[in-house]
Nanobody, 130 residues
Framework: EVQLVESGGGLVQAGGSLRLSCVASGFTLDDYTIGWFRQAPGKEREGLSCISTSDGSTYYTDSVKGRFTISSDNAKNTVYLQMNSLKYEDTAVYYC???????????????????????WGQGTQVTVSS
């Protein structure tokens, strides 16, 4: 059974940092692209970044490029999202998700298509105070 468990969210002041973790089980991280998404109240779920450890590809959307860094530790089956220079508008519930299709690449099309991701974590709340 595929499971994804996020942690690391919390309350932080604007300009601060947080590191989110996504622990995966039930599959091999090497075989599947993992994406990070967020959803703020009243807004649609937004793709932020993805990583494909099979080919080393990563992608960031403009809203987080230069501030967030995605990485993975395959030995721990864990994907991280390091978030720096946090802004008030980063406040949201953050989710990690596994792409459905094995050995898919990570790119702008992938992270922009929520329906490609079939398994999701429960989310972790990030609140940035201004």
């Amino acid at each position: 059974e595929v499971q994804l468990v996020e942690s690391g969210g919390g309350l932080v002041q604007a300009g601060g940092s947080l590191r989110l973790s996504c622990v995966a089980s039930g599959f091999t991280l090497d075989d599947y692209t993992i994406g990070w998404f967020r959803q703020a109240p009243g807004k649609e779920r937004e793709g932020l970044s993805c990583i494909s450890t099979s080919d080393g590809s990563t992608y960031y959307t403009d809203s987080v490029k230069g501030r967030f860094t995605i990485s993975s530790d395959n030995a721990k089956n864990t994907v991280y999202l390091q978030m720096n220079s946090l802004k008030y508008e980063d406040t949201a519930v953050y989710y990690c998700a596994q792409i459905t299709r094995r050995l898919s690449r990570c790119n702008s099309l992938v992270i922009g298509t929520t329906d490609l991701f079939g398994s999701w974590g429960q989310g972790t709340q990030v609140t940035v105070s201004s």
